[in-house]
């Protein structure tokens, strides 16, 4: 069945999702860069376009989004908050991969009195994270659980050896947010880009994991879990020349403008720029008495042919499998709610492994 779907932003993710859910469905894409609308509109004439600001106080935003079934938000997480909490008012069901860095306990009442579905962090991590604990903490007891991502440039080009494969500034804000984790059943906050981590992953060598604040809703949705952590993965040496620009005060607030212009040239992912994303989650525990550990390893790589992203594919996928459950009536709920709810369901689980196996986003999965 064919529904009308609004996309709020038309980034790289956001571009991706456009193209995936109009294979089936009717799609509008909002944004307020007429240059993002213009490249979308090149790949697939079909998507309707409209540039406009989300946020501009004059816009009426539910009656710009009347004629939807369904919003995906997909606007950079300084303004995700709000956008959600307007497309809430609205009245419309929504999936998010906004990463916005507010509590969502406001809106969930706030959803609830307008009668919608809200589903937040709908990406790769977090999102497939959430997913997988989710789904197997309803299997067995479990007493850790960490995961590493990264999105990393194939071409490793000095100094950085790094390319946004999302918003810049949202990558800023995660190396400058204190990092949020759980060691021995006690929560605690570490800096960003501390603890690293030397690993070595198939297919792509040795990385570095630090902490990042990456565990977010899963930190409240499982209290009785005592170890639970996240790092984001880059090449050796990026970590400390990130750590080297916080210590001369490139992150400073009187800096920050300026420094952010910068670092958003230099790591800005062209289209034709290849990327690869790697994760893997470990989720440990007992089930009858037994210890037991399974894995989730994921390696991808951009798609050349239609010049999409890994990074955008990995989340932006994610989102849509989890759009699908929405607009089949799978998700019964009413509220704002973290993809951990939605992997309790062993069903609605593997439709989304399964949906994206289909387009070429590969899990792998082990079990000691």
């Known amino acids: 069945m064919s529904f009308k779907i609004a996309v709020l932003g038309a980034g790289m993710v956001g571009r991706t999702m456009a193209l995936e859910l109009v294979k089936s469905h009717n799609v509008t894409s909002f944004d307020l860069n007429q240059d993002n609308l213009d490249l979308l509109k090149r790949k697939n004439p079909t998507i309707q376009t409209k540039a406009i600001n989300l946020l501009d106080p004059s816009l009426n935003l539910k009656e710009v989004l009347s004629f939807a079934d369904l919003i995906v938000n997909a606007v950079p997480g300084f303004m ?215 894995t989730y390893d994921l390696l991808d790589y951009c798609d050349t042919k239609n010049q999409l992203s890994s990074m955008s594919r990995t989340t932006g996928l994610t989102c849509t499998a989890i759009a699908e459950l929405v607009l089949a009536d799978k998700i019964n709920l009413k509220g704002v709610y973290p993809p951990e709810k939605i992997g309790e369901s062993k069903e609605n689980f593997d439709f989304i492994v399964n949906y994206l196996n289909e387009r070429n986003v590969h899990w792998v999965k082990k079990v000691n």
């Open 80 to 294: 995700g908050y709000r956008v959600l909490e307007l497309v809430i008012k609205a009245g419309k069901n929504s999936v998010d991969i906004s990463f916005f860095p507010e509590s969502i306990a406001p809106l969930q009442q706030l959803a609830v009195e307008h009668n919608v579905c809200s589903i937040m962090d709908c990406g790769v991590a977090p999102g497939m994270s959430n997913l997988i604990l989710g789904r197997y903490n309803q299997e067995f007891n479990v007493h850790n659980f960490k995961f590493y991502v990264g999105g990393l440039p194939v071409v490793r080009e000095k100094p950085f050896e790094y390319k946004a494969p999302f918003s810049p500034i949202d990558v800023i804000e995660e190396y400058m947010r204190p990092a949020r984790l759980r060691v021995n059943g006690v929560n605690k906050t570490e800096p960003a880009l501390s603890e690293i981590e030397t690993l070595n992953f198939d297919g792509v060598g040795t990385l570095d994991g630090f902490n990042t604040d990456g565990l977010r809703s899963i930190l409240d949705s499982f209290p009785e879990i005592p170890n639970m952590s996240e790092k984001t993965l880059r090449y050796p040496g990026h970590v400390e020349l990130i750590k080297t620009l916080k210590a001369i005060g490139f992150f400073d607030p009187e800096h920050l403008d300026a420094s952010s212009k910068v670092l958003i040239n230099s790591w800005k992912l062209k289209e034709t720029d290849q990327d690869l994303t790697v994760m893997k989650a470990v989720v440990e525990g007992t089930k009858d008495g037994q210890p037991i550990t399974v």
